[in-house]
């Protein structure tokens, strides 16, 4: 049965019978531990179609899950038959949390879900079946009847980290902008929101026992415009955080559409912006750190934080924070990018080395990582990291402890590259990283930036506005694969919880410049993390663009997404005169 669903579903099959109709007599009759999707559902719905979708009445009939009577309700026609939402164990069995199944019919339409996320997703299904004006706030025209071909749809999703990163710190996002990105990512069932809140450039949540890390460490003097080799420059002040409860907001408007919020906080580099706020967090003995400010520029910064009790101290308590605020299993430490120039200047950072038996500053690093690994473990957490993290480990198999780590944490099972069992790796400078990690048991989330960096231009034509990387076209995303050769097939490529596309936002200061660069390409994403594509040079790119073209960007606009026409940008998305970093060729595998 043809569909324009994206992310493809797994299955569809044609039902006998008329559609099933939405209208003015349809209700919502949400099954135990389903309460949360029928809220969500009321209210998109409801403001698109005008309709009530009020309760269903008691004793108005069964949860039936016959083909030929999907909602086992009494009513039909187009005065509308009920909705009803399930969430049933053998689903669940199935096809895990996440699976749903579909019926849709003359008397009714059932979504079953292997959980509540399931449900969701087949509820994010059902509003892709009604159509594009499905998705917008109002209505748009008289009353009419809302309809879907009868049918099965049986649905699950292939990994169980579908994530978009959103950089904050480069450019401030306001909250409703964050908000608006969680519907965009629920709306292809996505489920992860990696938020880099953390930067030389910015540090965008507030900690309250830390003030001056959004007083001073949320605001910049200027902004580079362009790539760091332009000229250009903003003179504006450029800034802004999160309060405790504007996170408190962001966590749970996610959760309800049943997307993890995943913070970073990065340490040891990328760490200007702390040390301007908190001066004593640098390496003093080696550069005036009273005299830095937060970075106005981009690149990989020299100034890092120093190897000291008192600086673990001090992202101790920005973490007690962090998981106050985040009830994410996972909590990112960046880890990545950190010069060295400083520590081998300084005795301070020397004498940390003697100390703990470190043979050089890679392994300091390490150390680094190594201490916010056990002490996230120790608490009930788990650290995830760019995949540098295995870089200048020092190997312990006795499931000891370097001398930084709490005496709570000697119990913590160790991996052979010195890190938790349950430290993971995000793999971005291409595979690599994510298969060492996989081959020695850790999680990896996939994202190369060869492959899924959106902030990479999308095209080779002189219009694509602040040209950055490689051309990775919608196409090259769709071919993107996550678990390499060199891990399919095997026991490690179970180690592969996802894949994650990264918007770095250097170069894309508004929302239209990072809607222009995360869709379309982030539909095909959708897919590709999603569904149960066959190999990459078997996959049916053109049956997508099909789908994409006949009916999903349709929903975009609909949104309100200002993404990136088919022929090239339109002349108010082009940024001419503004310098980016183009790089020519195809991009290694590596």
């Not at 053998?90 to 096809?95: G, N, P, Q, S």
């Not at 106050?324 to 200047?345: I, N, T, Y």
Request: aromatic share 8%; net charge negative; proline share 8%.
């Amino acid at each position: 049965m043809p569909h324009d669903l994206i992310p493809a579903p797994r299955s569809v099959t044609a039902g006998g019978g008329g559609d099933y109709v939405l209208g003015p007599g349809s209700a919502l009759d949400a099954g135990p531990g389903t309460e949360g999707v029928a809220r969500w559902l009321r209210g998109a719905l409801g403001a698109a179609t005008g309709l009530a979708l009020p309760p269903y009445g008691a004793g108005e009939g069964g949860g039936g899950t016959a083909r030929g009577d999907a909602a086992g309700g009494r009513t039909g026609g187009d005065a509308g038959a009920p909705v009803r939402l399930r969430v049933e164990p053998a689903v669940h069995a199935e096809l895990g949390p996440e699976g749903y199944r579909l019926d849709a019919g003359p008397t009714g339409l059932l979504i079953t879900g292997g959980a509540a996320a399931g449900v969701f997703w087949g509820a994010q299904t059902l509003r892709q079946l009604l159509g594009p004006d499905a998705y917008r706030q109002a209505p748009t025209g008289p009353a009419r009847a809302w309809r879907v071909p009868a049918q099965r749809i049986e649905d699950a999703p292939r990994f169980r980290w579908r994530g978009l990163m959103l950089d904050t710190a480069r450019h401030f996002q306001p909250k409703d902008e964050v908000l608006r990105r969680i519907d965009q990512l629920a709306a292809h069932k996505l489920n992860v929101l990696h938020l880099h809140l953390t930067d030389d450039q910015g540090w965008r949540v507030e900690i309250a026992r830390y003030p001056r890390l959004t007083e001073v460490g949320a605001w910049r003097p200027r902004t580079k415009v362009g790539h760091r080799a332009s000229d250009l420059w903003d003179e504006r002040p450029h800034g802004g955080h999160y309060t405790r409860d504007d996170i408190r907001e962001i966590v749970a408007y996610a959760a309800e559409r049943h997307v993890t919020v995943v913070p970073e906080i990065e340490l040891p580099g990328h760490s200007q912006a702390a040390v301007a706020a908190y001066p004593e967090l640098g390496n003093t003995d080696v550069v005036d750190t009273s005299a830095l400010g937060v970075w106005d520029d981009w690149g990989v910064n020299p100034n890092v934080l120093a190897p000291t009790d008192a600086v673990l101290r001090f992202y101790a308590g920005v973490l007690e924070e962090v998981l106050e605020l985040f009830p994410s299993p996972f909590v990112h430490v960046g880890g990545d990018e950190c010069p060295k120039d400083q520590w081998r200047a300084s005795p301070v950072a020397q004498e940390r080395m003697r100390r703990e038996g470190l043979p050089d500053e890679d392994a300091l690093q390490a150390w680094f990582i190594r201490h916010f690994d056990r002490w996230l473990a120790a608490r009930g957490r788990r650290l995830i990291g760019w995949d540098e993290i295995l870089e200048g480990a020092a190997p312990t198999t006795d499931g000891g402890t370097d001398g930084a780590a709490d005496a709570a944490d000697a119990s913590v099972r160790l991996r052979p590259t010195g890190l938790t069992e349950g430290a993971a790796v995000s793999s971005w400078r291409g595979y690599a990283g994510g298969i060492a990690a996989a081959t020695a048991g850790h999680d990896v989330v996939m994202c190369p930036e060869q492959q899924v960096y959106l902030d990479h231009r999308q095209d080779g034509g002189a219009d694509e506005p602040v040209p950055i990387g490689y051309v990775r076209t919608l196409s090259d995303v769709y071919h993107f694969e996550p678990v390499p050769p060199e891990l399919a097939g095997t026991p490690a490529a179970e180690h592969v919880i996802g894949a994650q596309a990264n918007m770095w936002t250097e170069v894309t200061e508004t929302r239209q410049r990072v809607d222009y660069q995360v869709f379309p390409r982030l539909t095909a994403f959708a897919e590709v993390a999603w569904s149960p594509l066959p190999a990459p040079e078997e996959r049916d790119f053109e049956g997508f663009r099909d789908r994409l073209r006949r009916a999903h960007l349709a929903r975009l606009d609909a949104l309100g997404v200002d993404y990136r026409p088919e022929g090239g940008p339109y002349p108010r998305q082009r940024r001419p005169g503004v310098l980016g970093r183009p790089i020519e060729g195809r991009p290694p595998i590596v």
